[in-house]
């Protein structure tokens, strides 16, 4: 299937490995001229001839001025942004008595206003050229909560409603706005997860991964590449009567409310 967005230009956040790499991937395969962000120079230099990308350009999401350089750069190096896909680490797992202050406002400005930052920088552009993709990564905790994680349970569930509210304000200039919530991705991520689940309860990573993986219908974790192509499709031309919306791929592990 021709997904119609060959030669348009997309800026994925945080794509050096997991969700973002495999997000860059699967548009650099549509023929997308792809920029990919990371703070880890190397690995995103190393990222970036594996799948295909366009541009690497290193930037701290947590600054301001780094996501304007680093924005500036890609447009000046590719040409104006029409896909956008915000994306970040997830904050660390925690509970509500062992997380410090400075830890909910660095993810404060890690997981809601990086992506509020990039879409500030991309967002005028596509308005203007009637023409655009704003992709949210998001979790399934903006849905069902995650015990352990409480941090990311109150920041992603903002960016959802966040996203939401957006897509009504910009479906007009034909700006499209999604979020997709990954369930159990293999990442490494899930991995940190994993192992701390599997340091406090004294069992083996094998364990607990064998335990997740029963509670998801398809019995198994996905893989970046199923989660990049449903990115791909929401940023593609046969998505054009979609926005405001949050799909799921978890493998049918959160029922609907």
């Not at 119609?4 to 860059?24: F, M």
């Not at 552009?125 to 979790?139: E, K, L």
């Not at 304000?169 to 940190?192: F, K, M, Q, Y």
């Amino acid at each position: 299937m021709d997904l119609g967005i060959r030669n348009r230009v997309a800026l994925v956040a945080a794509a050096s490995q997991g969700l973002g790499k495999g997000s860059a991937a699967a548009l650099a395969g549509e023929g997308v001229k792809v920029a990919i962000l990371s703070r880890r120079s190397e690995e995103l230099q190393r990222t970036a001839v594996e799948i295909g990308a366009a541009l690497a350009v290193a930037c701290d999401l947590s600054n301001k001025d780094s996501i304007a350089n680093a924005v500036s750069q890609v447009q000046s190096q590719l040409g104006p942004i029409d896909i956008l896909v915000n994306n970040c680490g997830g904050p660390p797992p925690g509970t509500f008595d062992s997380v410090t202050e400075e830890q909910w406002d660095a993810a404060y400005q890690q997981v809601f206003l990086s992506a509020l930052r990039l879409t500030r920088a991309v967002l005028p552009g596509m308005r203007a050229r009637r023409w655009g993709r704003i992709i949210n990564i998001v979790s399934t905790s903006v849905e069902q909560p995650i015990p352990g994680l409480i941090v990311s349970n109150a920041f992603r569930p903002a960016l959802a409603g966040w996203a939401k509210t957006l897509s009504a304000e910009v479906a007009a200039d034909n700006v499209l706005v999604h979020c997709v919530s990954p369930g159990r991705i293999l990442t490494a991520r899930s991995e940190s997860i994993d192992l701390a689940a599997a340091a406090k309860t004294g069992v083996t990573v094998d364990a607990i991964r064998a335990e997740r993986s029963a509670g998801v219908p398809l019995r198994r974790y996905g893989t970046i590449e199923e989660f990049g192509a449903a990115v791909a499709f929401l940023a593609s031309e046969k998505a054009t009567y979609m926005t405001g919306d949050v799909i799921r791929v978890d493998g049918g592990a959160v029922s609907a409310i």
